[in-house]
């Protein structure tokens, strides 16, 4: 059942007013209401593209890894769609996730009401051995991922990535064209100004979208904070070390910190100069690596 009236369906979500201090997110301009602050604004604009997205494509998926960003995607769908998540999610599984992943998955899938389809990914040996170690296990995901838009054939695929996460990242597009191969063309993107997207993926084709590609490491653990979304223990300190990034237990190291709430997370990003990917392995391979894993689909 489509959740949108038939009145709002593709309509933008003009708002008036701005936010003091609030730069215009990349490509798209995002005024707010009088009395809304950051927080709000980034809300607002997530929702309007979650709802641009279901309204323009036919079969859709929201992928969930897990961790702090997809776990703040599943909250705002919620939000988006009065409650019920319109779409499935997905899990492309590696089978490698920590323990206290597979768990978090378990319970929240039921918690939230979520349609979950969970997927698995081909073994090592199939993956492209010229790759280094740490791109090639991240390797198995793209391939997963390619093995389950083959199965389902969705048109787009909902994804929770976040330009300042990795410079690669930077590159991206709210609503971003894959080939027919989940190939992404860095160098071929398309032009968004303002909300206006282009949400018509080639024959054979999906589109990736980007609902929190604007948000910041900070902006999601104040919105996590503010709205009191669950989060996996891994990201809170213990002996002084904790997760900033969550991926598969064999490729990620916990960093230096002592932060055991999110107040003192915030805290301590505000002074931090370690990046949030500092604890993947796959960042610290060759300097192509990523950009290599993305280009071929990887998330």
Known sequence: MNL???????QPLHREGSVPGLPAPPRQEFLAAPGMDH????????????????????????????????????????????????????????????PEMYAFRDQYAKEWDLDLKVDYC???????????????SA??????????LAKYGFDGLIAGIRRDEEATRAKERVFSPRGTEGGW????????????????????????????LHWTEADIWAYTKRENIPIIPLYLAQNGKRYRSLGDADITNPVASN?????????????TKVPERAGRALDHETEDAFERLRVAGYL
């Open 39 to 98: 927080l709000d604004a980034l809300e607002a604009q997530s929702i309007y593209i979650f709802r641009e997205g279901f309204a323009r494509l036919k079969k859709l998926a929201l992928l969930w890894s897990l961790g702090k960003d997809s776990n703040v995607m599943i909250w705002l769908a919620r939000k988006a769609f009065f409650g019920k998540v319109p779409f499935p999610a997905l899990h492309v599984d590696t089978g490698k996730k920590f």
């Open 139 to 148: 390797a198995r995901k793209t391939e997963g991922l390619k093995l389950a």
């Open 122 to 136: 081909p073994p090592l040996e199939s993956i492209d051995p010229t790759l280094p170690p740490a791109a090639r």
């Open 4 to 10: 949108l009236s038939n009145d709002h369906r593709g």
């Open 259 to 271: 932060a055991s709430n999110i107040d003192e997370i915030l805290t301590e990003l505000d002074s």
């Open 185 to 212: 063309d860095v160098r071929d993107q398309p032009p968004e100004f303002w909300d206006q997207f282009n949400a018509s993926p080639p024959p054979g084709a999906h589109l990736r979208i980007h609902p929190i």
